[in-house]
Structure formats: C-alpha cells, structure tokens
Antibody, heavy 119, light 108 residues
C-alpha cells in the first residue's frame, strides 16, 4: 500500500525558514517523480515544485522560485521542501504527491501538513 | 503559463442526476488533462488522467472527454459520496503544472 506522510509544518514568522519532509512507502520511490502541491485556506490547488525520480531535474512555480528548494533522498525514501524567506502568502496546507510516472499526474497524495506564516 | 478555467464554479444536483463540468485551457494541452475529486479536509484523489483514462478503483459513472482546449467531466447517476469539489489539471506544459479553480458539487 502506497503511503505518503508529510511532516514539518507549523506556525512560522515571516522571513523565517521551514523544512517539510515526506516519508514514502509502498512503492519503489526512486522510480517516480514527486511533487509538492499546496492549498491556501479555502482556496484551490497550486502546484509548487517537482523533482524527477533520480533527483537530477527540479522545477518550481514562479511564486517560490529562489526561495524554496525541493530535494529527495532515495536511499531513505524521503522527499523534502526547504522553504526560506517565508511570506504570509505561503500559508497553506502542503501536500506531497507521487507522480503517476513522469511529471504529469498525481495518483497518490499525503494527508498534507499545514504551514502558517504569521507574526 | 497555461490557464485552466472551470465552469461552473458551483453546481447543485440531486442523487441520481447527471452532471457535466467543463474545463477550458488557454492553450492546447493535447491529451495531458486530469480530473481530481477533493472532499473537505482530505487530499485530492485522481479520478481521470489522459483526458479519459479512469484511475484504478474509480467507478465507471465518472467519464472524461475532450481534446485540445476543451474538456468535460461527466458524472452519470450521482451518488451521495460524489458531492465534493472537482479540479482539472494540465500537464502538457510545465513548469508550471496548473489546476483549474475548482467546481463545487453540492446536494440540491
């Protein structure tokens, strides 16, 4: 059974940093691209970042480019999102999502971890 | 960036009804189009990908169609568990991958 379990969210002040983690199990992690998708309270889904299976290619939304860094540790089946210079508009629930194959569609999602950026 | 626009933003229907949700892309996305269902407080679930391919375990009352810039999700014979918010998503051109704004399906 595929499982994705995010952690690391919380209340953080503007300008500070936070690192989200996603522990994956139930599939051959390194064979699949992975992504982060966020959802602000009461709003729709916003793609944040994606990383290829081997980690050699990374992609970012313009809204986070230069501030967020996606990475993975295939030896530990872990996905990460390092978030720096956080802003109030980064407040959202962050979902870890498994790509169905290459970077395209998401067939499994974690439960999400909430991030609140506020002073 | 490719903009995805869904209509309607919300729709009311009764159990047993047939509902169609439309998704329009600002540019041709070929067949790189998916639909997700999201219930309150839960993660989205993939329903359909590649325009019309039903994800494993998804009931056959869900059907997708379309091509290029115009796509539809049709739910035939609504069940109580289908009342949720639905999102379309394009994967033809990234970054960024983009989602529609969502369509809320409510019980009449």
């Amino acid at each position: 059974e595929v499982q994705l379990l995010e952690s690391g969210g919380g209340l953080i002040q503007p300008g500070k940093s936070l690192r989200l983690s996603c522990a994956a199990s139930g599939f051959t992690f390194g064979n699949y691209a992975m992504s982060w998708v966020r959802q602000a309270p009461g709003k729709g889904l916003e793609w944040v970042s994606a990383i290829s299976g081997r980690g050699g290619s990374t992609y970012y939304a313009d809204s986070v480019k230069g501030r967020f860094t996606i990475s993975r540790d295939n030896s530990k089946n872990m996905l990460f999102l390092q978030m720096n210079s956080l802003r109030a508009e980064d407040t959202a629930t962050y979902f870890c999502a498994k790509d169905i194959d290459s970077i395209s569609y998401y067939d499994y999602w974690g439960h999400g971890t909430p991030v609140t950026v506020s002073s | 960036d490719i903009q995805m626009t869904q209509s309607p933003s919300s729709v009311s229907a009764s159990v047993g009804d047939t509902v169609t949700i439309t998704c329009r892309a600002s540019q041709d996305v070929s067949n790189w189009l998916a639909w997700y269902q999201q219930k309150p407080g839960k993660a989205p679930q993939l329903l359909i990908y590649g325009v019309s391919r039903l994800q494993s375990g998804v009931p056959s009352r869900f059907a997708g169609s379309g091509s290029g810039t115009h796509f539809t999700l049709t739910i035939t014979g609504l069940q109580p568990e289908d009342f949720a918010t639905y999102y379309c998503q394009q994967a033809n051109s990234f970054p960024p991958i983009t989602f529609g704004q969502g369509t809320r399906l409510e019980i009449k």
